[in-house]
C-alpha cells in the first residue's frame, strides 16, 4: 500500500469517525443527559462538554482535510473544519452570554439565544451532510 492509499484510508476513517461521533452525540448523548440529570446540571454539563467536543472535531477533521489533500473531498473536509472553528470560537461564546443573562432575568436575550441556538443545529447539520457525502465518496472510491 502506497503512502497516498494510506492517507486516503485515514480521511475515510477520520471523515467516518467525525460523523459517528456527531450522530451519536446529537442524538444520543445529549438527549440522555438532558432526560437523566436535572436540566441545570444537565446544561452546565452540556456547556462545560461542548469546547471539547468542537476542538476535538475540530482536529479530526482538520487532519482529514490534510490527508484527502489531492482528492476533490479535501476542501469540504476542510470546510467543515472551519466550520468547526466558527461554531467554537464565535457562535458558542455569543450563545453562552446570551443564555446568562436570560437566566439572570434579561428577557431581550432569550430570543438572541434562540436564533444562535438555531445556528449552531443549522451548522451542526450542515456537517453531518458534508462528512455523510464525503463518506459516501470515499467509500465508492
Known amino acids: 500500500m502506497g503512502f497516498a492509499t494510506l492517507l486516503h484510508v485515514?480521511?475515510?476513517?477520520?471523515?467516518?469517525?467525525?460523523?459517528?461521533?456527531?450522530?451519536?452525540?446529537?442524538?444520543?448523548?445529549?438527549?440522555?443527559?438532558?432526560?437523566?440529570?436535572?436540566?441545570?446540571?444537565?446544561?452546565?454539563?452540556?456547556?462545560?462538554?461542548?469546547?471539547?467536543?468542537?476542538?476535538?472535531?475540530?482536529g479530526v477533521t482538520g487532519v482529514a482535510a490534510a490527508c484527502l489533500w489531492p482528492w476533490p473531498e479535501a476542501p469540504v473536509m476542510a470546510g467543515v473544519a472551519l466550520l468547526f472553528v466558527f461554531a467554537r470560537w464565535v457562535v458558542m461564546p455569543r450563545m453562552v452570554r446570551a443564555r446568562d443573562l436570560t437566566l439572570l432575568g434579561d428577557p431581550e436575550e432569550e430570543p438572541i439565544f434562540?436564533?444562535?441556538?438555531?445556528?449552531?443545529?443549522?451548522?451542526?447539520?450542515?456537517q453531518m451532510a458534508a462528512l455523510l457525502t464525503v463518506f459516501l465518496r470515499l467509500a465508492i472510491a
Request: aromatic share 12%; charged share 15%.
Open 10 to 58: 485515514l480521511g475515510f476513517l477520520l471523515s467516518a469517525m467525525a460523523l459517528g461521533a456527531m450522530l451519536l452525540f446529537a442524538t444520543v448523548i445529549t438527549p440522555l443527559i438532558f432526560r437523566n440529570l436535572p436540566t441545570d446540571i444537565a446544561s452546565d454539563f452540556i456547556r462545560r462538554m461542548f469546547p471539547v467536543y468542537y476542538d476535538v472535531l475540530m
Open 114 to 126: 434562540r436564533r444562535l441556538h438555531r445556528i449552531s443545529v443549522a451548522i451542526a447539520v450542515a
